[in-house]
Every structure is written in C-alpha cells, then in structure tokens.
C-alpha cells in the first residue's frame, strides 16, 4: 500500500476522516491537541491517516486510523513514520492509547512496540478537564480510564 505526506489539498478529507474517527482532537497525558495542527501521512486513497508529532528525538504517533481494518494500511502507515522518524533523526517512536484499545495493543505489539508506561486515572481526568465527549466505558464495555505509553526504539 502507498503510503505519502499530507498536502495542503488533503486537508479538508483528513479533517473529515479523523473527525469520523473522533480524532481531531486528542486528550492524551494532561492536555488536548489539535491532530490537524501537525503533519499527516495518508495510505492509499485515505484508507487511512497517520499524524505524528516530531520534537527533539522523539517521534509520537497521535493519531492512527485506518478504514476499513485489515487491508495493510496500518502496517504501511507505522513503516512510513518509522521513515519520518529516522529522517529526522529520532531515536524513540511512541504512542498512547487506552486501556480498553485491545486491537490497538495487539496491532502495535505485534508491529515491535513495547509498553513502557501505566499512566493510571489519565483518562479520567482528561474526561473531566479537557474532552467531556470521553465515554465512561470503551471498547468491549470496559471502562475507559488509563493510558497506556508504547514504544518503538528502531
């Protein structure tokens, strides 16, 4: 699957496809950013988007959706930012997700990512001072109230 940066001319469709995905704005680790403010990576015809942040020697995934599931877009898109990352020279690729994200867990583990880090009650408290939209339970009717760090050291 091609894989290629974001253009200017893709915004307006990367803005529609995170949104879809409640994505457009992220709560992770005490604050709320905005995924449309930072470079995107795009997989086949928008079959799904990456966004990522690039400081210092880290590279964070914040965003990962593909649609639909299982066609190889994910596994293109985590080896387009290890690129990134290794372009600019990163020495650490990294992500949080959240407790109930089992798929997301097996996807990255199985892509060579580590969990590194429990961020217990992050969830909770981002629900109750940054995106009041967070649902009480996740994926499989767990409830939704830690981040778990993962990461990749290429």
Known sequence: ????????????????????????????????????????????????????????????????HVEPRHTGAGTALVEAV????AEADCTRVWLITTNDNLGALRFYQRRGFRL????AGAVDDCRARLKPEIPEAGDHGIPLRDELELELTP
Do not use: Q, W
């Open 1 to 64: 699957m091609e894989v290629r940066r974001s253009t200017p001319e893709d915004a307006a469709a990367v803005a529609a496809f995170l949104a879809a995905h409640n994505a457009a704005r992220v709560a992770r680790r005490g604050e709320l950013v905005d995924a449309l403010a930072h470079p995107s990576l795009i997989a086949g015809a928008l079959a799904g988007v990456l966004t990522y942040i690039v400081e210092g020697s880290d590279c964070e995934v914040l965003t990962l």
């Open 82 to 85: 290890k690129r990134v990352a």
């Open 116 to 119: 590194t880090a429990l961020h």
